[in-house]
């Protein structure tokens, strides 16, 4: 199995990067796309690292916000035949509210409606291709947490919470145990690797790759959350098993030093045009 980023918040090599997340996947001879970025330029990325998107045979949407959604349409010009899964409750919705003020932070407008033919909504744990899995949330409470990132999601004409119920969790099974794609982890990585541990049956987790919403939108040199609870969710990842960790985009650089510090050569940081190989 392998990963390569297309593009993320961050860049150590020629491709440009932008805040956002796009990840294409080789896994048992298919290929796989998770999230699109913000814009297009994770298709610039993938030409200038030989990545051929009309071949990706499934794609998926991590969750509804812009800068995993905001380059669909481009993949779909790219690519007249992989359906990309996503939770059903992906609605173009969601916004971003602090004193009194919103700003919409969803899936591009229309973008839903027109290509309803490519998506194809999920509600449930579901093995989509032979050892891949997606596992939506079931822990509950997770209002709280959209409420505490200050992130909504409009019904009617009422703002509601955001609970996370259009986030999905990408799993792939592995000869060393488990990986976990979740590309924000609003609803909390411990959590996530709790649920997936529950729906399959209690397997190993091997790796986590994604951001773990640990900074503030304003940058990601700030804290969205205290120090105690990084170092607090580093011992609990630890004390599950997870034996890789690899993390960037709505981190933040103050967040992974510390669960750097806390776990040492089991945290690597994501940057547009890495490869990992599992």
């Not at 812009?66 to 010009?77: C, N, T």
């Not at 032979?130 to 409470?141: A, E, Q, S, Y």
């Not at 979740?182 to 959590?191: D, R």
């Amino acid at each position: 199995m392998k990963m390569v980023v297309l593009v993320e918040n961050s860049s150590r090599c020629r491709l440009c990067a932008e805040h956002g997340l796009s990840v294409y996947i080789e896994y048992e001879g298919k290929t796989y796309l998770l999230d699109t970025g913000a814009t297009a330029l994770f298709a610039e990325n993938a030409k200038e690292l030989g990545i051929d998107l009309s071949k990706v045979d499934t794609a998926f949407l991590s969750h509804a916000h812009y800068d995993h959604s905001g380059g669909f349409e481009e993949f779909f010009k790219e690519n007249d035949k992989a359906a990309v899964y996503m939770q059903e409750m992906s609605d173009e919705n969601c916004f971003y509210r602090t004193e009194g003020k919103e700003k919409y932070i969803g899936i591009p407008q229309h973008l839903l409606e027109n290509y309803k033919e490519r998506f194809r909504p999920l509600n449930a744990v579901c093995e989509v291709e032979k050892g891949v899995w997606v596992v939506p949330h079931f822990t509950g409470g997770l209002d709280e947490m959209g409420r505490r990132a200050h992130m909504y999601r409009k019904i009617g004409e009422e703002f509601i919470a955001d609970d996370f119920a259009h986030e999905q969790s990408v799993v792939f099974e592995t000869g060393k145990g488990l990986v976990i794609f979740n590309s924000c982890s609003h609803g909390g990585i411990v959590n996530i690797v709790r649920e997936v541990q529950m729906a399959l049956g209690g397997q190993k987790v091997y790796a986590v790759v994604g951001g773990f919403h640990m900074m503030k939108l304003s940058g990601m040199d700030t804290l969205a959350i205290p120090e105690e609870e990084v170092v607090e969710t580093a011992q609990e990842l630890k004390g599950l098993g997870v034996e890789e960790i690899y993390t960037g985009h709505c981190t933040g650089n103050i967040a992974f030093r510390i669960l750097k510090k806390e776990l040492g050569e089991m945290v690597h940081a994501l940057g547009t045009g890495e490869t990992v190989v599992f």
